[in-house]
Nanobody
Framework: QVQVVESGGGLVQVGGSLRLSCAAS????????MGWYRQAPGKQRELVATITSRGNTNYADSVKGRFTISRDNAKNTVYLQMNSLKPEDTAVYYCNADVYTIAVQRYTYWGQGTQVTVSS
């Protein structure tokens, strides 16, 4: 079994910063891409940023220049540094990880989400 657990959410004022963390644990042979998604009330879940095992990154246009995704492969952890936060960044943030088993089977696991609220 694999667990993916996010942490670091909270309440912050406009223009502030937060750093989210997401750690994968359990029966893991390797991890491919990891990513952050978010879902605001009444909206669909949307991609925020992804990072491959080699460190190649991809960002939603709405967060480019403000958010930075990074990972520590030794710790099976991905981070999301969020700066210059705006009210529209308010959402539940979810992490996912593409986990490979020793049999080279890939499964995508999601965390339970962490709330980020940006107050004006």
């Amino acid at each position: 079994q694999v667990q993916v657990v996010e942490s670091g959410g909270g309440l912050v004022q406009v223009g502030g910063s937060l750093r989210l963390s997401c750690a994968a644990s359990g029966t893991i042979f390797s991890i491919g891409a990891m990513g952050w998604y978010r879902q605001a009330p009444g909206k669909q879940r949307e991609l925020v940023a992804t990072i491959t095992s080699r460190g190649n990154t991809n960002y939603a246009d709405s967060v480019k220049g403000r958010f930075t995704i990074s990972r520590d492969n030794a710790k099976n952890t991905v981070y999301l540094q969020m700066n210059s936060l705006k009210p529209e960044d308010t959402a539940v943030y979810y992490c996912n990880a593409d986990v490979y088993t020793i049999a080279v089977q890939r499964y995508t696991y999601w965390g339970q989400g962490t709330q980020v609220t940006v107050s004006s």
